[in-house]
């Protein structure tokens, strides 16, 4: 037994950081929430709204119009226009600017009104297609790469840390069953019908919804139809609900058992979970050691080290429990592993607010989007009730071995 | 990641089970907890039947007599033995686990060979005098002194929360010798600088043990008092005014796998509270059962958490790091909350004093206090392994 990772592992690990933070650095993350509509979108009251992506630190700017909204719904119900540019949100000096130009081709927005194109950052897509990271789990004789879940948990995670906007794991779950989506060509979602939710429906060409035993695929007709959109709380995730009875489409050739796909499901979301959780602590930290109140830096309060280490006893069982239930594969680990991770993004990120106070209220810290896409993954795929209900009932079976050894 | 264990590793542990197997029938009927004699007699003949059969010292190294295993498979031994019903270590905790390893890595030859064998073979009971009623949390700010007289030291103070005191030959007591200024050292440092590490034969002339009584009911630890003891210079481990650093790599092993058995056990305890759910009709409430369902999770990643320590442990020379701290609190608090469950799907059972979980349920309560409390135990994850400033 050796638990630590491989050598293969940290590398494919550190590539995945560094190809992050050359595609998608921290700013990018305040920029597109600074751009992404904002409650107050249609210009109504002003304030954190009006925050010039360009200058993300400053305080906001009262009054002032978003850059971001003239291209931006104003309303969940007003159909955006595809192809609209919105090239402008993003300051000039970023290079490959965000705009629903470049995202139409790849998703195929289909669902008027549904956003999400503004916030997903289209090239580091493509780019992360090109790293072969949503093909990760599939076999290298289809073109992927072949890897297993250990490895794709571990680029899951970097892309949690990273908080990396877009349909992330739809598209892999997609990789192989719709054409595009292994390549980082066309953005897929995906959702368990039982929690008939979509995220980045926008962008979405199609969609996978797994429904009991079946694995169903609607196509941009389909998702046009039945998505309604939701005005998402999280800047960075845009939502649409799939209310009514979906049709009964398969996708081509034999889908893969839809249990096995929930599965794989919740541990990627798990994972990007984690990485939120243990970016949460980094931050907290970070913070703690730079401010200065009452003539020490915070953290030496015991009050903030007590925080900080609480927040280290969520991360560090949660990891464990994520990268276990990748090597083992089991139902009950994946769901155990889910719930773990969800609780240590959410409390994580609330911990590291009341670290950071005040500043960490604002929209332009990065706070509140760990926060709040944490909220969200915690509602998909598996949800705390549901974990808890499976490892409970799973207490009553005859148990042969406990712990699992391999 | 992987969680396979190697093909030495499943023989060690088939021929483990193998011996399990026909050992344990042979034990005697467990004692009664208030029975201290007996309980000493039980736990010394489990350790020498591990002895006989080359268990003992298992993670010790091949030189103090130990068998020199691995972290892996000091773990699967503590997996192995709870799962089959083995006894626990008991009181040969301290021997084992404390005094004996620092011995073995501090002391003379002469030392090593006078005291590692006895508590291999099971004869000699350790206990650790550490705590003192001004001196808890803060040990550096110990008391007890140890004055030279000659070729030996007259040791007057005394010792508070001795587990295991009145049942013991031995105890690993930390002294005062200095005033800290001998050293050069900070003002923070110089407290540390003067403490000395001695063994003290409990049955030696001025040592008076008084059991305390544990809200759980039973004796389990004393203070005990010193009045001009005479100990020899000679059985002073490591240099004089060094105590602290010898005790530092004692207390190290207190946080490593020593709980890795009882993770085992709470998830079987765990099992046996749903079944106890179920059929007293308690198991239809979803908050109960969404609790246990949660248990389950936290047991399950407090396993994963412990092969994780013990593989960086394989590869940093056996010795757990700080990472035993986030174990231990997260541990000790699920433990705690395992058998508030319990008393939740017990219901009125659950105040009977008499009832097989309620010794565990007020045993646990300790848990968040004995061997660094999980204030102490935050302090160090900030201070050390988060690396935020000095507290006060
Ligand atoms: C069952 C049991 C068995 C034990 N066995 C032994 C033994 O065999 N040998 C031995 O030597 N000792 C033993 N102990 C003692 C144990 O190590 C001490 O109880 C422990 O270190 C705490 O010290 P204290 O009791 O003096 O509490 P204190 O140190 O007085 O602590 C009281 C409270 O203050 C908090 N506190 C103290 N300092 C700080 C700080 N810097 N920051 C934040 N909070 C702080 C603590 O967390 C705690 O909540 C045992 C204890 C128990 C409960």
Redesign the interface.
Known sequence: MDFRLTEEQRALRTTLRELLARHYPPHRLREAAAAARTPDANGAAGGEAGEPPTAPTSPATPGALSPATPGTPATPGTPATPGTPVTSVAPATLGAPVSLGTSVPLGASVAPGAPGAEVVDAECWRALGRAGFFAVLLPEASGGLGLGLPEAVLLFEEAGRALLPGPLVGTALAAGLVPGAAEGEAMVGALDARHPLLEYPGVCRAALVLDGATTRLLDTGELARCATPLDSLDPLTPLASLPGPLPARHPPGRPPGASRLRQEATLLTAALQLGSAARSVETAVAHARGRTQFGRPIGAFQAVQHLCAGMLERLEPARCAVYAAAVTGTAEESAAAKLLADEAAIHNARDCLQVHGGTGFTWESEVHLHLKRAWVRAAQWTTAQEAEELLAAELLTPETDWPRNS | ??????AE?EEFRARLRGWLRTALPGLPAPPDPHDWPARRAYDCGWQRMLYEAGYAGLHWPAEAGGQGATP?QHLIFL?ETERAGAPYVGAGFVGLLHAGPTIAAEGTPEQRARWLPPILRGEQVWCQGFSEPDAGSDLAALRTRAVRDGEDYLVTGSKIWTSHAQIADWCELLVRTGTGHETPGGPDTSRHRGLSWLALPMDAPGVTVRPLRTLAGTTEFAEVFLDGVRIPASQRIGAENDGWRVTLVTLSFERGTAFAGEV?AC??V??EV??AA?DNGRWDD?VL??????L???L??????I??N???A??TGGLPGT?GS?FK??YSRARQELFEAAAEALGLAALDRNHRWTADRLSSLAYTIAAGTS?I???I???R????????
Do not use: F, K
Request: aromatic letters at 6%.
């Open positions: 990641m992987d969680l396979a264990y190697s590793e892996t997996e085992v998830r079987r765990l099992r749903a079944r179920r979803p059962r969404r609790r246990l369902g949660r389950a999770a936290d399950g990643a407090l396993w994963r958490l092969q994780w013990v593989s960086e394989q590869h990472g986030v609190l997260c204030q135990q935050r302090n994850v900030a201070e392994i988060l690396g935020l400033p000095r507290g006060r």
